[in-house]
């Protein structure tokens, strides 16, 4: 089983849509947490995974804070932000990637799916990535 993290800032869009795609894939337990999170997940994000089967209703953003002492296999940075604030972790952390996304915020709801969509081809190529490496 790996274990992956997937950090952004507000731990409300980017970060919760990698989660919530890598959780449909068996042998991988995934979290998803923000430097600086914010109060809920953007409804869009909502609405756009929702598209996919994938329900985000019931996530919440969480701090990186309380991820501190885990131990990864992978901790992904999905924005540039987050990248630059990540602390240091204490725990073992074998691969650090990052893979920045537009932050689509504030946005039409298309440049939500068009992010997703991206995300999703990032998921996709991680697992393939994790099962050639066995």
């Known amino acids: ?24 894939y068996p042998g991988f337990e995934v979290f998803s ?3 600086k999170p914010a109060c809920e997940v953007d409804p869009s994000a909502v609405k756009v ?12 953003p969480k701090s990186v804070t309380e991820f501190l002492n885990y131990e990864f296999d992978y901790v992904i940075t999905v924005c540039d932000a987050a990248r630059e604030s990540c602390p240091i972790f ?3 952390v074998v691969n650090r990637l990052h893979i920045s996304f537009e932050d689509p915020q504030g946005k039409p709801l298309e440049t939500f799916r068009r992010i997703r969509n991206e ?10 990535t994790v099962k050639e490496k066995k």
Not at 49 to 60: A, C, P, S, V, Y
């Open 1 to 24: 089983m790996k274990k992956v993290l997937f950090l952004c800032t507000g731990n409300s869009c980017r970060s919760q849509m990698a989660e919530g795609f890598l959780k449909d």
């Open 33 to 35: 947490a923000g430097t």
């Open 49 to 60: 995974m929702k598209e996919f089967g994938i329900d985000l209703t019931k996530q919440h």
């Open 90 to 92: 204490s725990g073992r």
């Open 119 to 128: 995300i999703r081809q990032m998921i996709e190529k991680l697992v393939l």
